[in-house]
């Protein structure tokens, strides 16, 4: 890769405090293994995936940006580490403000639309099958975010749902 690239996907440091129950979520996935669209994760991805918890919104902001990038790069491919961010997602979903929720929501949304190109296709591989599958299970947490007052909320859960359910 070059170092440009390599540069400009190094994570920032979090000048606050991360809560231990996120960094030891993340630190219990074996990153090896998964990759992104721009190589491997086990470099980028755990800590993009911290950063969303950090109260830092310049930092918490671009680790979304970069997951977004990373996982479902343009809502046109769907990389491996997805499976294992997916539930620290939610948990991010959950948990974080208005603005991050539209972001992680956006990332979904690139996931539910790739996973369902490849269903259609009958090509979904085993992990993609794993991500589709716990997607399916969290239906009634995007059915609540798709009433949310916030439009963008409201408008990519509902699209993340046309997805799944088609």
């Not at 996120?22 to 800590?47: K, M, Q, R, S």
């Not at 979304?64 to 990373?70: A, E, R, V």
């Not at 809502?75 to 974080?96: Q, V």
């Amino acid at each position: 890769m070059d170092k440009l690239l390599h540069d400009s996907l190094r994570p920032a440091t979090c000048p606050t405090v991360i809560p231990s129950e996120i960094i030891n979520l993340v630190d219990t996935v074996d990153w090896t293994g998964f990759g992104t669209a721009y190589g491997e994760a086990e470099g980028t991805i755990p800590h993009y995936l911290k950063n969303l918890f950090c109260s830092d919104s310049n930092v918490s902001n671009e680790a979304t940006h970069q997951l977004w990038c990373s996982l479902c790069h343009q809502h046109a491919f769907i990389s491996s580490a997805a499976l294992p961010a997916y539930p620290i997602l939610i948990r991010a979903l959950i948990n974080l403000d208005e603005k991050l929720k539209i972001e992680i929501l956006d990332i979904m949304s690139g996931f539910a639309s790739c996973l369902h190109r490849g269903a259609l296709n009958k090509s979904l591989i085993e992990w993609e099958i794993k991500l589709y599958n716990l997607m399916l299970a969290d239906r009634p947490l995007f059915k609540d975010l798709a009433e949310h007052p916030d439009k963008d909320i409201s408008n990519f859960s509902q699209a993340i749902l046309s997805d799944l359910n088609a």
